[in-house]
Structure formats: structure tokens, C-alpha cells
């Protein structure tokens, strides 16, 4: 879990809202997920140093010698690798839907059926929480469109193509011709 913390003079709460949402934001556009970031606001709880200048006493200050400046913001995550923006947003664009559409759609055509936990696989959403709810409204979409037909029911449920599907060609016909030996 990220804490971040941030010890700030009295804010409103819009304020903190807004800050608190950008925070989040920026954490999630570096992979982090979601709902595993806090954001806590404290209020300031003496002197501050910045780059060895006195920002702001409410004490009498140390020698700036002897003060070692804490940081503001220390996410506890490990950094990793960035997932694509769409992935970690609460919302996604509806170019951004309409681009997993399409790839859905490709990727129905080829394969001529697929379940919802296939579907998240060649789409690349099985780290998404948000991939089975918005794939179960995309199939839909195909569905009311009459470019799929929905077979079974639960985990057994299967989205069929409807249309023709681009089976890869068949494999050149092996040709099987005789040695020649060197006897003859």
C-alpha cells in the first residue's frame, strides 16, 4: 500500500479533494493500483527546511546542520514498470472503448469464439479489475449489433462469431519423395 503523506497549512475540503485525486492519479499513471494508495493530510508540525533554507518557524530553529529535511510524498511501492494509462484510469475514454471494441472484434474474428477470461487474456486486461464488467458491456454491444451469438451461462459462457472468420491457411501439404541410397 502507498501512503502519502502530506503535511500542509489548513485546507478546505475541495481543496483536498482536488489534491488528494491528483496525487492519485499520478501514482496510478506510474502503476500503482488504484485502491491501494492513501492519501493523508496533516497539519504542519514545525520548522521547515527547504534546501537548507528556513521555510517557515513556529519554534526556535536547530542549526540547519543538524536538521535533516523529511520528504513531503513517500510512496511505499516498488517501482515498476508504467501500464498503459487507459489501464489504471477509474474511467476509460470512449475512443478508448472503441478501441478495445475493434481489437475485440479482431480478435473474435480470428479465433472464431472466445470466453470472457480469453478475451482478457489476448486483450492484455488480466491485471484490470475493471476488464470483466466492461468486456461483459462490450460483448453486449456485439451482441445487440447481431455480430455475435452468446452461448452458455456463468464461467461456461462462450461469445461466437457470427460472421466469417479468418481461420489462419492451412499448413502446405507435406510431399514425401525417396531417398536415393548409394548403393543404387
Same mark, same amino acid.
Not at 543538524?66 to 513531503?72: D, F, G, M, S, V
Given at each position: 500500500? &502507498? /501512503?502519502? #503523506?502530506? @503535511?500542509?497549512?489548513?485546507?478546505?475540503?475541495?481543496?483536498?479533494?482536488? /489534491?488528494?485525486?491528483?496525487?492519485?492519479?499520478?501514482?496510478?499513471?506510474?502503476?500503482?493500483?488504484?485502491?491501494? +494508495? +492513501?492519501?493523508?493530510?496533516?497539519?504542519?508540525?514545525?520548522?521547515?527546511?527547504? *534546501?537548507?533554507?528556513?521555510?517557515?518557524?513556529?519554534?526556535? $530553529?536547530? $542549526?540547519? &546542520?543538524? #536538521?535533516?529535511?523529511? !520528504?513531503?510524498?513517500?510512496?511505499?511501492?516498488? $517501482?515498476?514498470? !508504467? &501500464?498503459? &494509462?487507459?489501464?489504471?484510469?477509474?474511467?476509460?475514454?470512449?475512443?478508448?472503448? @472503441?478501441?478495445?471494441? *475493434?481489437?475485440?472484434?479482431?480478435?473474435?474474428?480470428?479465433?472464431?469464439?472466445?470466453?470472457?477470461?480469453?478475451?482478457?487474456? $489476448?486483450?492484455?486486461?488480466?491485471?484490470? *479489475?475493471?476488464?470483466?464488467?466492461?468486456?461483459?458491456?462490450?460483448?453486449? *454491444?456485439?451482441?445487440?449489433?447481431?455480430?455475435?451469438?452468446?452461448?452458455?451461462?456463468?464461467?461456461?459462457?462462450?461469445?461466437?462469431?457470427?460472421?466469417?472468420?479468418?481461420?489462419?491457411?492451412?499448413? !502446405?501439404?507435406?510431399?514425401?519423395?525417396?531417398?536415393?541410397?548409394? @548403393?543404387?
Amino acid at each position: 500500500m &502507498a /501512503i502519502v #503523506i502530506i @503535511e500542509t497549512p489548513s485546507l478546505t475540503s475541495d481543496q483536498k479533494t482536488r /489534491i488528494g485525486e491528483r496525487v492519485i492519479t499520478a501514482l496510478q499513471n506510474e502503476g500503482v493500483a488504484p485502491g491501494s +494508495v +492513501v492519501v493523508v493530510f496533516q497539519p504542519e508540525r514545525g520548522d521547515m527546511y527547504l *534546501d537548507g533554507l528556513l521555510v517557515q518557524a513556529q519554534a526556535p $530553529a536547530l $542549526a540547519p &546542520a543538524q #536538521i535533516t529535511p523529511a !520528504p513531503k510524498v513517500t510512496p511505499t511501492v516498488p $517501482a515498476a514498470e !508504467p &501500464a498503459p &494509462a487507459f489501464k489504471t484510469k477509474a474511467r476509460r475514454s470512449k475512443p478508448e472503448l @472503441e478501441n478495445m471494441k *475493434d481489437k475485440l472484434m479482431k480478435t473474435l474474428q480470428d479465433k472464431g469464439s472466445l470466453s470472457s477470461f480469453e478475451a482478457q487474456v $489476448a486483450l492484455d486486461l488480466k491485471d484490470c *479489475d475493471w476488464a470483466p464488467a466492461t468486456l461483459r458491456r462490450l460483448f453486449t *454491444d456485439l451482441e445487440e449489433a447481431k455480430l455475435i451469438i452468446k452461448n452458455g451461462q456463468k464461467r461456461g459462457t462462450r461469445y461466437v462469431w457470427k460472421g466469417v472468420v479468418n481461420a489462419p491457411p492451412p499448413p !502446405p501439404a507435406v510431399k514425401l519423395v525417396k531417398a536415393e541410397n548409394e @548403393e543404387g
